[in-house]
C-alpha cells in the first residue's frame, strides 16, 4: 500500500521538482549590485542575454603621460599573446636655481661619484628576470621641449637621438629595488641607483661652473640635453618598471669633498639635481610589435566577428561591441541590463606568463559616435560629479572569478541600465560600444537625459584608469562557447 501511494505521487512530485528547478536557474544574481532587482520569475519578469558581435581593433589615437604621472621603462620579449614592448625614458634635470655653483672653489673640489637616482613605483611583467638598463646622453640634434606634449605611441613623430653612454649597462633585480638605501646622506627605499661614470661626475662637478654650463637654465640646456634611459630588448627582459620623475626620490646626486677656506680639514658633501615640474622635459616612448603573437591573427580593420578579442592597456588595442538586435526592442521596463566580459585562461601558461602579465585594473566601456567621430559616455549610465566618474556604480574595476574550472579568472561588468531603458523606450540611438584600458583619456560628456542637450570634453587621467602599458586581457567575444561577452536583461512587459 505504501509503495503504491509513493508509485501515485511521484508524477506529481516530479512535475513539481521540475517548476522549482527551473525557477531557480532562471535566479541568476548580479556581479556588481545597486538596488532591488525583482525575482524573474517567467510570468512578470524575464531575463534574456542578448547577443553581441565583437571583434578587436589597434588604437590609433595618440596616447600621452604627464609629469606627475608613473612613467615605463623596460622590455617584454616573451608574450606570446600579445607580442614583444619596449618603452624608454627621455628627461632632464636642472640645477634648484641659476646661477649655480658647487661650494668651494674649484680647485679644492674633490669629485667622488654622480649617481642618477630614480623613484621606483613598482612593475609589471616576470620581476625574476633582469633587466639591462643604459643610460645615454641626448643629443643635441634633438633637444626635449618643455612645451611639447610627446606622445607615447609614436616616436617616430619627435625623434630622440643619443650620442653615448653616461654609465656602464647594470643589471636591476626587481625583486629587491623595494630594499632599504641607509648611507652617509640616504634613509629610503625603493630607488633604482645607476653610478655614472667619472669623468661624467667630474664635468658636472668641475668643469661646469656659473660662469659656462649654469649661468642660468637655456645656457645649462645647451651644454647637456639629458638622459635617455633604455632596457636591452633581448631575452630574459619580461617586465616594465616604473618610475616617477616628480617624486623627492628622483635626482641626480652628486659626491664630492671640499674645503671651502682651503684648509686641510676637508667636509664630504652631496648636491642634488631634480626634475623641474614647470619647464622641464620629458618623453616616454611605448612600442608595440605583434609580430608572431596570438593577438595578430584577431586585429581586424573592418568587421569581422570574433570569439577572441584582446584589449592591451594604452598604447594598445580596443574592443568593438555590436548589440544588433537591440534598436528594435519593444517598449519594457528594464530593472536590469548588465554587460559582462570574461578573460579566456591562456592554459599554456596558466602559473605563468597569464600570473605575470596581469589583466588591466579598469576597463572603460564608452559609446563611438560615428557622426562626430569621438568617443562619448555611455547615455545615462557613466556618469561624471564632483567626485569624478561613478566607476564604482557604473562597473570596470578587476573582480576575480571562480569559473570553468578556473580558480582566477579576471572579468568585468557594467551596469547600462538607463542607456537600455532609452532606446526601448525614447528609441534613442544605439551606439557602437568601445572596450578599452585607458591611461590618460577624453571623453565627450553629455548628461543624463532630460539635460541630454550639452555636452563638454571630460578627461579622464591615470589615477582613474591604468598606468601606461600596464595590463592586457584575452576576452571571450560574443560567440565563445565558454567565456561568451555578453548583455543581460532583465525586463517587464508593460
Given at each position: 500500500?505504501?509503495?503504491?501511494?509513493?508509485?501515485?505521487?511521484?508524477?506529481?512530485?516530479?512535475?513539481?521538482?521540475?517548476?522549482?528547478?527551473?525557477?531557480?536557474?532562471?535566479?541568476?544574481?548580479?556581479?556588481?549590485?545597486?538596488?532591488?532587482?525583482?525575482?524573474?520569475?517567467?510570468?512578470?519578469?524575464?531575463?534574456?542575454?542578448?547577443?553581441?558581435?565583437?571583434?578587436?581593433?589597434?588604437?590609433?589615437?595618440?596616447?600621452?603621460?604627464?609629469?606627475?604621472?608613473?612613467?615605463?621603462?623596460?622590455?617584454?620579449?616573451?608574450?606570446?599573446?600579445?607580442?614583444?614592448?619596449?618603452?624608454?625614458?627621455?628627461?632632464?634635470?636642472?640645477?634648484?636655481?641659476?646661477?649655480?655653483?658647487?661650494?668651494?672653489?674649484?680647485?679644492?673640489?674633490?669629485?667622488?661619484?654622480?649617481?642618477?637616482?630614480?623613484?621606483?613605483?613598482?612593475?609589471?611583467?616576470?620581476?625574476?628576470?633582469?633587466?639591462?638598463?643604459?643610460?645615454?646622453?641626448?643629443?643635441?640634434?634633438?633637444?626635449?621641449?618643455?612645451?611639447?606634449?610627446?606622445?607615447?605611441?609614436?616616436?617616430?613623430?619627435?625623434?630622440?637621438?643619443?650620442?653615448?653612454?653616461?654609465?656602464?649597462?647594470?643589471?636591476?633585480?626587481?625583486?629587491?629595488?623595494?630594499?632599504?638605501?641607509?648611507?652617509?646622506?640616504?634613509?629610503?627605499?625603493?630607488?633604482?641607483?645607476?653610478?655614472?661614470?667619472?669623468?661624467?661626475?667630474?664635468?658636472?662637478?668641475?668643469?661646469?661652473?656659473?660662469?659656462?654650463?649654469?649661468?642660468?637654465?637655456?645656457?645649462?640646456?645647451?651644454?647637456?640635453?639629458?638622459?635617455?634611459?633604455?632596457?636591452?630588448?633581448?631575452?630574459?627582459?619580461?617586465?616594465?618598471?616604473?618610475?616617477?620623475?616628480?617624486?623627492?626620490?628622483?635626482?641626480?646626486?652628486?659626491?664630492?669633498?671640499?674645503?671651502?677656506?682651503?684648509?686641510?680639514?676637508?667636509?664630504?658633501?652631496?648636491?642634488?639635481?631634480?626634475?623641474?615640474?614647470?619647464?622641464?622635459?620629458?618623453?616616454?616612448?611605448?612600442?608595440?610589435?605583434?609580430?608572431?603573437?596570438?593577438?595578430?591573427?584577431?586585429?581586424?580593420?573592418?568587421?569581422?566577428?570574433?570569439?577572441?578579442?584582446?584589449?592591451?592597456?594604452?598604447?594598445?588595442?580596443?574592443?568593438?561591441?555590436?548589440?544588433?538586435?537591440?534598436?528594435?526592442?519593444?517598449?519594457?521596463?528594464?530593472?536590469?541590463?548588465?554587460?559582462?566580459?570574461?578573460?579566456?585562461?591562456?592554459?599554456?601558461?596558466?602559473?605563468?606568463?597569464?600570473?605575470?602579465?596581469?589583466?588591466?585594473?579598469?576597463?572603460?566601456?564608452?559609446?563611438?559616435?560615428?557622426?562626430?567621430?569621438?568617443?562619448?559616455?555611455?547615455?545615462?549610465?557613466?556618469?561624471?560629479?564632483?567626485?569624478?566618474?561613478?566607476?564604482?556604480?557604473?562597473?570596470?574595476?578587476?573582480?576575480?572569478?571562480?569559473?570553468?574550472?578556473?580558480?582566477?579568472?579576471?572579468?568585468?561588468?557594467?551596469?547600462?541600465?538607463?542607456?537600455?531603458?532609452?532606446?526601448?523606450?525614447?528609441?534613442?540611438?544605439?551606439?557602437?560600444?568601445?572596450?578599452?584600458?585607458?591611461?590618460?583619456?577624453?571623453?565627450?560628456?553629455?548628461?543624463?537625459?532630460?539635460?541630454?542637450?550639452?555636452?563638454?570634453?571630460?578627461?579622464?587621467?591615470?589615477?582613474?584608469?591604468?598606468?601606461?602599458?600596464?595590463?592586457?586581457?584575452?576576452?571571450?567575444?560574443?560567440?565563445?562557447?565558454?567565456f561568451r561577452m555578453r548583455l543581460r536583461l532583465v525586463y517587464s512587459r508593460l
Amino acid at each position: 500500500m505504501l509503495a503504491n501511494f509513493r508509485l501515485r505521487l511521484s508524477p506529481l512530485f516530479l512535475l513539481f521538482f521540475l517548476f522549482v528547478t527551473a525557477a531557480c536557474t532562471r535566479i541568476t544574481t548580479t556581479e556588481i549590485g545597486a538596488g532591488l532587482i525583482p525575482v524573474v520569475d517567467g510570468v512578470n519578469t524575464f531575463d534574456t542575454i542578448m547577443e553581441l558581435e565583437t571583434d578587436t581593433f589597434n588604437e590609433t589615437d595618440t596616447t600621452r603621460v604627464y609629469n606627475a604621472d608613473n612613467m615605463a621603462i623596460g622590455a617584454i620579449t616573451n608574450d606570446p599573446l600579445f607580442g614583444t614592448t619596449s618603452a624608454e625614458l627621455n628627461f632632464e634635470l636642472t640645477p634648484p636655481s641659476f646661477p649655480y655653483s658647487f661650494p668651494g672653489t674649484k680647485d679644492s673640489l674633490v669629485v667622488d661619484s654622480a649617481v642618477l637616482i630614480l623613484s621606483y613605483k613598482g612593475f609589471y611583467g616576470d620581476s625574476s628576470k633582469p633587466l639591462q638598463l643604459s643610460v645615454q646622453e641626448i643629443s643635441a640634434t634633438t633637444p626635449l621641449n618643455p612645451f611639447v606634449s610627446y606622445p607615447v605611441n609614436f616616436p617616430s613623430v619627435y625623434p630622440i637621438n643619443t650620442i653615448g653612454p653616461l654609465a656602464n649597462t647594470i643589471s636591476i633585480d626587481t625583486r629587491t629595488l623595494a630594499d632599504s638605501v641607509i648611507n652617509r646622506f640616504e634613509m629610503s627605499r625603493n630607488q633604482i641607483r645607476i653610478p655614472l661614470r667619472m669623468d661624467v661626475a667630474r664635468r658636472f662637478i668641475k668643469d661646469y661652473d656659473s660662469s659656462n654650463a649654469y649661468r642660468n637654465d637655456s645656457t645649462f640646456k645647451s651644454f647637456f640635453k639629458g638622459f635617455s634611459l633604455k632596457v636591452q630588448s633581448a631575452s630574459p627582459a619580461n617586465a616594465l618598471l616604473y618610475v616617477n620623475l616628480l617624486d623627492t626620490n628622483t635626482k641626480l646626486a652628486f659626491y664630492f669633498n671640499t674645503s671651502s677656506t682651503g684648509a686641510t680639514v676637508r667636509d664630504t658633501a652631496v648636491r642634488y639635481f631634480r626634475f623641474n615640474s614647470a619647464f622641464g622635459g620629458f618623453a616616454n616612448y611605448i612600442t608595440r610589435n605583434t609580430t608572431g603573437a596570438e593577438i595578430r591573427n584577431h586585429i581586424t580593420t573592418t568587421s569581422k566577428p570574433d570569439s577572441l578579442v584582446y584589449i592591451q592597456s594604452a598604447p594598445g588595442t580596443y574592443v568593438r561591441i555590436r548589440i544588433p538586435n537591440l534598436q528594435n526592442l519593444s517598449n519594457r521596463i528594464i530593472h536590469r541590463a548588465e554587460l559582462t566580459a570574461e578573460q579566456v585562461p591562456d592554459d599554456n601558461n596558466l602559473l605563468t606568463l597569464d600570473r605575470y602579465f596581469q589583466a588591466p585594473r579598469l576597463l572603460l566601456l564608452s559609446a563611438y559616435d560615428s557622426v562626430r567621430k569621438h568617443k562619448r559616455n555611455i547615455p545615462n549610465d557613466y556618469l561624471v560629479g564632483n567626485q569624478g566618474p561613478n566607476t564604482v556604480d557604473f562597473g570596470g574595476f578587476r573582480i576575480f572569478k571562480s569559473i570553468n574550472g578556473y580558480d582566477r579568472v579576471a572579468a568585468y561588468n557594467f551596469v547600462i541600465s538607463r542607456y537600455i531603458q532609452g532606446i526601448v523606450t525614447r528609441k534613442d540611438t544605439s551606439f557602437t560600444l568601445r572596450l578599452s584600458a585607458p591611461s590618460n583619456d577624453s571623453l565627450n560628456f553629455t548628461p543624463p537625459y532630460p539635460n541630454n542637450t550639452v555636452s563638454q570634453m571630460y578627461y579622464l587621467n591615470a589615477g582613474v584608469g591604468n598606468e601606461v602599458a600596464n595590463g592586457r586581457v584575452r576576452l571571450g567575444g560574443g560567440k565563445h562557447s565558454r567565456f561568451r561577452m555578453r548583455l543581460r536583461l532583465v525586463y517587464s512587459r508593460l
